[in-house]
């Protein structure tokens, strides 16, 4: 199993990354997908998930109305598209899969699978 994330960088507050996530060893389709994060010192928290079927979606509160996930199935592939970057985005973003959907697809547990992370510094 794998899960390769990339397209981290560097960015200015308020300007935009899409990170990508490309799958493989598991029967991707079938899977619940989310991107977690954790910043220096701090807990790893839950960013954003995508079901199985890519009709439902679930956002931390904290994120919500800048990051958008996606996937595409075909290709094994999940996309966090965000916008609005503020320095307290600034962590090591990492992609995960699930076979479990939880309710709003809140994740406060661990995922079946994880991938490596990739570095988002947002700052001036």
């Known amino acids: 199993v794998q899960l390769q994330a990339s397209g981290g960088g560097l960015v200015q507050p308020g300007g935009s990354l899409r990170l990508s996530c490309a799958a493989s060893g598991f029967h991707f389709s079938n899977y619940n997908l989310g991107w977690f994060r954790q910043a220096p010192g701090k807990e790893r928290e839950f960013v954003a998930s995508i079901k199985s079927g890519g009709l439902s979606r679930g956002f931390a509160d904290s994120v919500k109305g800048r990051f958008a996930i996606s996937r595409d199935n075909a290709k094994k592939q999940v996309f966090l598209q965000m916008n609005s970057l503020k320095p307290e985005d600034t962590a090591v973003y990492y992609c995960?899969?699930?076979?479990?959907?939880?309710?709003?697809?809140?994740?406060?547990?661990?995922?079946?699978?994880w991938g490596q992370g990739t570095q988002v510094t947002v700052s001036s």
């Open positions: 995960a899969a699930d076979r479990t959907w939880v309710a709003g697809g809140l994740y406060s547990r661990s995922m079946d699978y």
